[in-house]
């Protein structure tokens, strides 16, 4: 399965599921224990200073002899430094965010990175291919964290009909289901965040991974939406203090000041109800926390009977 696929081909791995880089989640442990599995484990530079960045990669390397990748935010006040330390580290894959890489590709380029970004428009992701990007990842509004407006199931073929290279599928994809789903919509792959911060390998407090269990498919909210950089998040007390905030027409900055270092509170101090928990909606549909190897093994396993029973409706 998967010998002829085309991101598969591209990037040398056994199956087409990209780890989302999550940020201070999307750590080595995770990335590597992925890439073993046989997908593109993915970290999470997120604002990460470059020598933290650095001593991840390393880690990696130690730990996985498969391909793996890191998710760049562009909009990181570290992005120069961290893009020299990519290309210092000669990480095989680069997927990027909240921004145009094209200034970077030349050098990424010559040490063999394949450059893959994150586009929420057909816009964005011509003018992205035009600039020598190898694929995109077609994001969703369902997917966690920073989002943009359209959803998946009308976002991905719209930009599979729109560019040349393979688009991985990202945004409410939480099983076998939604992977044959993304195929059908043209996609040569998928990217989930959401499904392996519930894994024992994602160093996420278990405060989070528990809320997260305890999630229903109306549990999530988007903050942030006057700034310009919407977040979607489990709702909680954060949530509700941010939504007055916002209703009272508080500024760009006094939001942000909010904000500041909410994620980190959550993730690693385990506070989830002053904390941002940044989580898909597909997250209802997760009651357990389970191995990575195994959670790629069921979605894998999966696909040939979700497709049987596609084939089924239409005898």
Not at 292 to 313: D, K, M, Q, W, Y
Request: glycine share 12%; aromatic share 4%; net charge neutral.
């Amino acid at each position: 399965m998967f010998e002829e696929n085309p991101i598969c081909k591209l990037l040398n791995i056994k199956y087409p599921i990209f780890q989302g880089g999550m940020a201070w989640i999307g750590t080595a442990e995770l990335a590597s224990a992925v890439s073993n599995a046989g997908g593109l484990g993915i970290i999470g530079a997120g604002h990460m200073p470059p020598d933290l960045l650095r001593a991840e990669i390393q880690k990696a390397k130690r730990w996985t002899d498969k391909p793996f990748g890191v998710n760049i935010m562009l909009m990181s006040p570290f992005v120069k430094e961290v893009m020299q330390v990519v290309v210092e580290e000669r990480v095989p894959v680069v997927t990027t965010g909240a921004g145009n890489p094209a200034e970077y590709l030349p050098a990424l380029k010559e040490v063999g990175s394949k450059v893959i970004p994150v586009v929420a428009s057909v816009a964005l992701a011509k003018r992205l291919v035009r600039s020598g990007v190898d694929a995109v990842i077609a994001e969703g509004t369902e997917s966690g964290g920073h989002i943009g407006d359209i959803t998946t199931m009308a976002l991905v073929p719209q930009v599979v009909d729109a560019v040349d290279v393979p688009v991985i599928a990202a945004g409410g994809i939480g099983d076998s289901r939604g992977i044959l789903a993304a195929f059908a919509l043209g996609a040569s792959g998928v990217q989930m965040g959401s499904r392996f911060v519930v894994s024992e390998e994602c160093i996420a407090h278990p405060n989070y991974k528990n809320l997260v269990l305890k999630a229903k498919d109306r549990s999530t909210v988007v903050t942030g939406r006057s700034t310009g950089h919407p977040v979607r998040v489990l709702a909680n007390k954060m949530t509700r203090e941010y939504a007055e905030l916002e209703t009272n027409q508080a500024s760009v900055e006094e939001l942000e000041k909010f904000g500041a270092g909410r994620l980190n509170m959550a993730t690693h101090k385990g506070d989830v109800e002053n904390g941002s928990v940044m989580i898909g909606q597909i997250c209802g549909m997760f009651h357990e926390i389970k191995p990575v190897a195994t959670i790629i093994e069921e979605l894998v396993g999966g696909i040939a009977a979700a497709g049987e029973r596609v084939h089924n409706t239409l005898k």
